[in-house]
């Protein structure tokens, strides 16, 4: 089975590769990721926070000042910018897939210097996660995507790399945001960033940091909006969030997925989990028929599917109207 797919402009051997995670720190690790398959490696992310508290932009600590100061007092990244420089150099020495690096953040400003030294250690690509919470009510939808705009437009300038934006699923024009991404030369679009939602302990009274791992159920949401956009916009298409089994990736295939990142499963199950994801995918295509993975790359996206509308606002009046449970009492 032809499981080959574009992404990036790279012909990858299938879709699926682990997604941005604390799994690149460890160097045996990804070795055993690429041992299990992975079609690329994707780095977690340089802040910006990071690399503003560290220095490396010259007068940008002024204008953060005052962000840095809320800060925990112990660091908490795993790699300093310096040692995410040397790990991407030791990564891209040590396997043969390509090596997506990443940074994260908001503001058009110095920091996206950054990923030109990203360049220069040698990223076969770069993903821009741009992480946003628009809580100034001034602020309006157009001024929050001009933000990425900006910074996707500055970082287009400064280097030659292949580019990914990792966007939220919270815009309130996404197919428009994914067009304009476009015509300023993006490579890839993933879909989605998982925003982890803060709790609240009340025993400590405190704001207190929560991580869950994603579920299966996670996947709908990408689902959507990967038919959506497949073949409407030139960017390959990464479903991020919900993969973890093999019928989860065919669903991100048929939607229009060209890449399928993986994580959670990952995490629980450890790496081998993508070869048997990977032959799990190749053995459905080859029982319903498919002598490849781009024949059936979209082929259930809004622009080829039998019923588009199930997409959009039918499928949430069909749902309200498929409960056939009893009311409790």
């Known amino acids: ?25 460890d160097l045996d690790m990804v070795r055993r990721l690429e041992d299990a398959g992975a079609s ?13 508290a560290e220095g490396h932009t010259a007068g940008y600590l002024a204008p953060f000042g005052e962000a840095l100061s809320y800060m925990p007092a112990r660091p908490v990244f795993a790699l300093g910018t310096d040692r995410y420089l040397e790990q991407l150099r030791r990564l891209r020495a040590a396997v043969a ?17 950054y990923a030109v030294l990203l360049e220069e250690a040698g990223a076969s690509a770069l993903e821009l996660n741009i992480y946003h919470v628009p809580t100034d009510p001034a602020e309006d939808g157009a001024s929050v995507e001009a933000h990425v705009l900006d910074v996707f437009r500055a970082v287009r300038a400064a280097v030659r790399l292949p580019l990914a934006v990792k966007l939220s699923p919270f815009y309130s024009a996404l197919a428009h945001l994914a067009r304009a991404l476009d015509a300023l030369g993006a490579d890839g679009l993933v879909l989605f960033n998982r925003f982890y939602q803060p709790d609240i ?12 791992l994603s579920d299966p159920a996670e996947l709908r949401l990408r689902l959507r909006w990967l038919a959506i956009l497949h073949g409407r916009v030139r960017p390959s298409l990464a479903a991020s969030g919900g993969v973890h089994t093999g019928l989860d990736a065919v669903k991100a295939v048929l939607a229009g997925a060209h890449a399928v990142q993986m994580v959670s499963a990952l995490l629980r199950q450890g790496p081998e989990r993508l070869t048997l994801v990977r032959d799990s995918l190749a053995r459905w295509l080859e029982e319903h028929e498919y002598d490849s993975l781009e024949q059936a790359q979209g082929s259930l996206s809004a622009l080829r599917c039998p019923d588009p509308t199930a997409f959009e606002r039918a499928n949430y009046l069909r749902v309200l109207q498929s409960w056939r449970g009893g009311l409790g009492r």
């Open 40 to 52: 690329a490696i994707v780095m977690h992310s340089l802040f910006e926070e990071q690399i503003a």
């Open 201 to 212: 302990d009340p025993e400590t009274l405190d704001v207190v940091p929560a991580l869950q």
């Open 97 to 113: 897939v390509p090596v997506i690096a990443s940074l994260n953040g908001v503001t058009a400003s110095g920091w996206l210097e």
């Open 1 to 25: 089975m032809d499981l080959t797919s574009r992404y990036l402009g790279f012909a990858l051997p299938h879709p699926l590769m682990p997604g941005a995670s604390p799994m690149v720190d």
